[in-house]
């Protein structure tokens, strides 16, 4: 087939080097990444201008528990560490450490998401909704976008690991991982943040 | 044109001929056919939004007039300001984005031609979502800027904020989109040789609005996100009554409001210090103060935006410290308007309609800086702000500004993009009957604004000394009309003509004007490589005289991507999301749910395309 | 057809510009050291919660405390989980600048609303 012929014969033509070398995805993802921090401090900056200035509760000082949160908070910082083991694994062409690992992330990552689902509901069931008060409304708003963005990393991490599983990830195309893990780490880094600046300053 | 590629590459393995159609232009991932449906698409909204400017201005022709009621004058004023910064300026400057960085870069398309197409016509599905709220007689109302409490459910029951929010969120998809795109592309995809200070200044100022693009929109995507909480799911961000503050508002919009306003400028700044070298026959006076006056122009805008909100009483503190930072703008800005002029003194002038345009930019561009300035003083501006004063000033850096240079572009590059030169005859008329037109619409308002006239009121009592003024802006509007009916006439006019536009019509210094126009679908036969700030120049001073007219080829061997419904889809999908979220009330999660999982859909089909 | 083959050149350890990354050891040690951090803040918030000298001795301090080591978290993962201590400049300069903006919209935020509040009470 024609096609397949100028794709072989051209491939170099088909993926120029780029001017800086770097891969354009992994551009991408980074500048994508970039401009997720500004996402995120809008949010934190609203949950921290309103922070003390509701008008009745409850309060965070009478509804956060730490244990529960702390455990969840480990289980991102451990996907994190994970997720970048399964990479090596990925880049070394080790594929028992790719899929072993990266399952692990996975399934780190759904139970993160877990414990959120579980956390919204006892708050809702203490009487804290979306509605109650401006605490209500902006810790809602806040950890539930960063939810938001752990689902959609699994939901990538998942479709990364069916084709690594097909055998579809060879060394050569780790960056298909390496870019999900990229936004994984992201997504972690921010709960680092909102960890402390929402539970432990209540 | 197309039988000569033809007729070259019977025998090649991989053939560009001219491909026709609808289809062909629904799953292109052409830079250059996408720019062109931006500008396409971006100049109808233009027209729609100048049409709203004209209702307006016959509503304000006299005192007490009833021509429009208050309720359609609110929705024709927002829908003004949001179609002409979000649908119009931005989408124009996209166009130019689209058609002009790959081929100024020295580059086959840009970095991802798939996102590129989805960004488009998440665009294009955004804008027209926007103009449909007409349909339904609901189209946005409180004003471009949405202050709260004005847009809560208790002031704004309607659905017309519904559609501002939802609208814009669209619209701030496609725009963070292109800007990863375009920004990877400026990293990533330039010629040999083309280092960053080698790169022609409209490249440069693109680059830096996809940087404030992609910094600034984030914010306003988080505002919207809260007002769009408060008004569906009863949250209280923003109900001072329940302990939000209408202030956080103002705040958050302004921390993209500010940022955003460069975004509408500086591709002008890029396009003019593309035009006046060329019909100056110099370089480019002060290169490097010009790139780094732009990047710190970019840098201080976001320490600025809370000059918007003098009047809210933020303190003397707060208020000092951003009136300095506001000053220390006119510094760069400055900067760039001497380079302009140091670039046209003293130059062999070539008046050609691209320079006659780019002059009048400069001219305006003077005069709304510097009544910019003037409300950087918090004093001045509580004078000045909400009245006709402000609406001059803005009229005069977007309008004198940007649309002036845009349209200096668009003479400039037309023979590049259609292989048609535009009449210089009418290029002229419509140049004298537009800067007339602007002047007489927009310097009475700065004196009106002064004597006290509000903005955004649909009407005002005889007797205050407004009339005059409001006789000559409005007669002003209609001279701006027909100079706009001038250029649509001379497109029409050009379409006609034989396509004959030689590759290099105004003796330019840039890469695009070394291929055919327009272009073929591979940009270049060859790579370029690049060895000093003005590729072309540079060559042909090395031969002595000009270079030969560039042959067409067949590109046989250039691999280009493939055409691909999913970016259209996808961007449908993001459509569908926004409005199921909009009537949740409605339709019921379910509808979410459903219309997430089509956009997933689409997303997973886009991402295992085959490649090649 | 494999429509991948063509990503070929542009393969992790082909690009010569960025070093390559280290390996699980490494990663593992700074799991450890991340998970020793986390330890720390909660003990600090508890410390801080309860009653006793060393309570109110931490108690004013807890803040800033809680910042530098949540700062500290976020720098190791940055630099080690994500490469940038590795990989091109290109990509600190494209975290580190809107880390930056970020923290000036934050911080100013924040501080706007203060400064307004105390303004409008009169407490300046």
Redesign the interface.
């Given at each position: 087939m024609t096609t397949e012929l100028s794709l072989s014969d051209h491939a170099h033509a088909l993926h120029p080097p780029t001017s800086t070398g770097l891969d354009n995805r992994k551009v991408a993802i980074w500048t994508f990444i970039g401009s997720e921090c500004l996402f995120f401090a809008s949010l934190i900056s609203t949950y921290l201008v309103y922070k003390g200035r509701d008008t009745k509760g409850p309060t965070p000082d009478e509804i956060l528990q730490i244990p529960l949160v702390t455990f969840g908070t480990a289980l991102l910082l451990f996907s994190s560490l994970f997720v970048v083991i399964a990479l090596n694994g990925a880049q070394t062409g080790n594929r028992k450490r790719l899929l072993f690992w990266l399952g692990m992330t996975i399934v780190c990552g759904m139970f993160f998401v877990g414990m959120q689902v579980y956390e919204f509901q006892h708050f809702v069931h203490e009487g804290l909704k979306l509605q109650t008060n401006l605490f209500g409304a902006s810790f809602y708003t806040l950890t539930g976008f960063h939810g938001t963005h752990v689902t959609i990393g699994v939901i990538w991490l998942i479709t990364v690991f069916i084709t690594a599983l097909r055998g579809k990830l060879p060394p050569e195309r780790a960056l298909n991982l390496e870019m999900a893990a990229l936004y994984w780490h992201f997504v972690d880094v921010v709960w680092i943040v909102i960890f402390p600046v929402v539970y432990l300053m209540k | 044109m197309a039988t000569s590629a033809v007729s070259h590459a019977g025998h090649a393995?991989?053939i560009h001929v001219e491909k026709s159609g609808i289809w062909s232009w629904i799953t292109t991932v052409d830079h250059k056919r996408i720019g062109i449906l931006y500008g396409a698409s971006a100049f109808l909204f233009f027209l729609i939004g100048g049409i709203e400017a004209l209702l307006l201005r016959i509503q304000l022709g006299s005192p007490e007039n009833t021509f429009l009621s208050a309720e359609a004058y609110n929705q024709l004023f927002t829908m003004h300001g949001t179609t002409m910064i979000f649908l119009g300026v931005m989408p124009l400057s996209a166009m130019f984005f689209n058609y002009f960085i790959p081929l100024l870069l020295g580059a086959r398309d840009v970095?991802?031609p798939r996102l590129n197409a989805f960004s488009f016509w998440v665009f294009l599905f955004g804008g027209l979502f926007l103009n449909v709220s007409f349909l339904f007689n609901a189209a946005p109302n409180a004003g471009w800027f949405g202050y709260a409490n004005l847009t809560s459910k208790q002031y704004s029951p309607g659905l017309n904020v519904d559609f501002w929010v939802i609208g814009l969120q669209i619209l701030g998809v496609s725009s963070?989109a292109a800007?990863?795109?375009f920004?990877?592309t400026v990293?990533?995809?330039?010629a040999k040789g083309?280092k960053l200070m080698r790169m022609p200044m409209f490249v440069w100022m693109s680059f830096i609005t996809q940087i404030l693009l992609?910094?600034?929109?984030?914010?306003i995507?988080?505002?919207l996100?809260?007002l769009m909480?408060d008004r569906l799911?009863?949250?209280?961000?923003f109900t001072a009554s329940?302990?939000?503050?209408p202030?956080?508002w103002q705040?958050?919009f302004w921390?993209f409001g500010h940022p955003e306003v460069y975004i509408l400028i500086l591709p002008a700044f890029g396009i003019v210090s593309e035009i006046l070298p060329v019909f100056a026959r110099k370089p480019l006076f002060g290169y490097a103060a010009m790139v780094f006056s732009g990047a710190f122009i970019a840098f201080l805008g976001?320490?600025v935006w809370?000059h918007h909100m003098f009047a809210t009483?933020?303190?003397p503190?707060?208020d000092t410290v951003f009136s300095l930072a506001t000053m220390l703008i006119a510094v760069p800005t400055g900067v760039k308007i001497f380079n302009w002029i140091g670039t046209v003194a003293g130059g062999s002038l070539q008046f050609r309609t691209p320079l006659y345009f780019s002059l009048g930019f400069i001219a305006m561009f003077i005069i709304g800086g510097l009544s910019g300035v003037m409300h950087a003083s918090p004093p001045a501006d509580l004078q000045q702000t909400d009245t006709y004063f402000v609406v001059a000033h803005f009229h005069y850096v977007l309008f004198g500004g940007s649309i002036f240079a845009l349209t200096a572009g668009a003479y400039y590059w037309w023979p590049k993009m259609f292989g048609r030169m535009l009449s210089e005859k009418l290029g002229k008329v419509h140049f004298w009957l537009m800067f007339v037109g602007f002047n007489l619409t927009f310097f009475p308002m700065h004196f009106v604004g002064l004597h006290g006239m509000p903005r955004r009121v649909y009407t005002y009592p005889a007797g205050l000394g407004f009339e005059t003024m409001n006789q000559i802006e409005t007669a002003g509007s209609m001279v701006l009309a027909i100079a706009f009916l001038v250029f649509i006439y001379n497109i029409i006019q050009t379409a006609r003509k034989p396509a004959d536009a030689p590759a290099d019509p105004w003796n330019g210094a840039t890469l695009e004007w070394s291929i055919p126009s327009p272009p073929q679908e591979f940009n270049f036969a060859e790579?370029p490589v690049v060895h000093s700030r003005d590729p072309l120049w540079e060559t042909k001073r090395e031969r002595g005289g000009k270079l030969p007219e560039p042959a067409r080829v067949s590109g046989a061997?250039?691999?280009l991507p493939n055409p691909s419904y999913w970016p259209i889809l996808a961007a449908l999908g993001v459509g569908s999301v926004f409005v199921s979220i909009m009537l949740v009330h409605t339709l019921g999660p379910i509808a979410i749910a459903a219309a997430v999982l089509f956009f997933?859909f689409c997303v997973?089909k886009w991402?295992f395309e085959?490649?090649? | 057809m494999d429509s991948h083959a063509a990503h070929a050149p542009e393969a992790q350890g082909l690009d010569p510009h960025e070093k390559s990354h280290p390996g699980p050891g490494v990663y593992i040690k700074i799991g450890v050291v991340l998970f020793v951090l986390t330890a720390l803040e909660v003990a600090a918030y508890e410390v801080a919660h309860r009653p006793g000298s060393l309570g109110t001795l931490l108690q004013p301090i807890l803040v800033p405390v809680l910042l530098l080591l949540s700062a500290a978290k976020f720098a190791l993962v940055a630099m080690y989980y994500m490469h940038l201590k590795q990989d091109s400049k290109l990509f600190s300069g494209l975290f580190v600048f809107p880390l930056i903006i970020a923290a000036v919209v934050i911080v100013s935020l924040i501080a706007l609303f203060i400064y307004h509040y105390s303004y409008q009470r009169g407490m300046l």
């Open positions: - | 393995s991989a970095a991802f963070l800007a990863v795109n920004f990877t990293v990533n995809m330039r083309m992609l910094l600034a929109f984030p914010v995507t988080v505002a996100i809260l909480f799911f009863g949250t209280m961000f329940l302990g939000g503050d202030l956080l705040h958050l921390i976001f320490g809370s009483g933020m303190g503190i707060a790579e061997g250039i691999h997933f997973f991402a085959p490649a090649g | -």
